[in-house]
């Protein structure tokens, strides 16, 4: 297969790229379908000198089946791709694993606010840390996030952890991931949100366990 997908470093990626394919395959084999049969009847029922055309009468029950039939054959691949994804979406949006590492992220015009709870794990304590467009968190470790809209919608995207969930004015959104790779990699919005929102990036840190520990001793000295 292309590698035509940004590299995955996400526990479920491999999961969601499995339903992303098996709707490319779907989708690229009707198309290919599609387009043979035209060109096919377009080489059978060509202008051939000599050959009158032909007047067909109208059958009820064979328009139908040019209707039906495809129907049928979409809504069967459309169930099917729902029961392959129905597993992956209870796993990753109902059943949530509880988090090692807790953060809040709250879209605004136009960046990210990240909220750490600070070393006693509680937000709303004096040990809180906000900073902007960085999320840094340690490889191998449940990350539960918080979101949270201030204006207007936005969307929380993490290409490469296969993560896309929006932020929504008024409300508290969880979301999750497990990164597999130490690294840095992109959070853009991918919620159209203003005049702004081509610039409306952050970056997330993946640390290795014990750079993890480095960066929460710098980021908090009397901890």
């Given amino acids: 297969m292309w590698s035509w997908l940004p590299e995955n470093v996400s ?49 009820t029950l064979a328009q139908m089946a040019w209707i039906l039939v495809p129907t049928l054959i979409v809504l069967g691949l459309d169930l099917w791709i729902d029961f392959q994804s129905a597993p992956i979406w209870e796993r990753i949006k109902v059943h949530m694993p509880p ?23 509680r937000f709303g304590t004096a040990d809180d840390l906000q900073v902007d467009n960085e999320l840094h968190v340690p490889v191998g470790q449940v990350v539960r996030v918080t979101l949270k809209a201030k204006d207007v919608i936005h969307s929380f995207f993490l290409p490469n952890l296969r993560l896309k969930q929006d932020a929504l004015p008024g409300r508290e959104i969880e979301a999750w991931f497990e990164a597999t790779k130490p690294g840095v990699y992109e959070i853009p919005c ?24 480095k960066w929460v001793k710098r980021t908090w000295p009397s901890s």
């Avoid at 098996?22 to 029922?45: K, Q, R, S």
């Avoid at 988090?99 to 600070?118: A, C, H, S």
């Avoid at 991918?190 to 520990?213: R, W």
């Fill in 99 to 121: 988090g090692d590492v807790r953060v809040q992220v709250t879209g605004k015009q136009f960046n990210w606010e990240i909220l750490y709870p600070g070393p006693d794990g």
């Fill in 190 to 213: 991918a919620e159209l949100c203003g005049f702004g929102h081509s610039g409306m990036v952050g970056y997330l840190t993946v640390h290795s366990a014990e750079d993890y520990e």
């Fill in 11 to 59: 526990t479920y990626g491999g999961d969601i790229d499995s339903i992303i394919y098996l709707i490319y395959y779907i989708t690229g084999a009707w198309f290919f379908l599609t387009i043979g049969i035209i060109v096919l009847f377009l080489f059978l029922y060509r202008h051939r000198e000599g050959r009158r055309a032909t007047y067909i009468h109208g059958n």
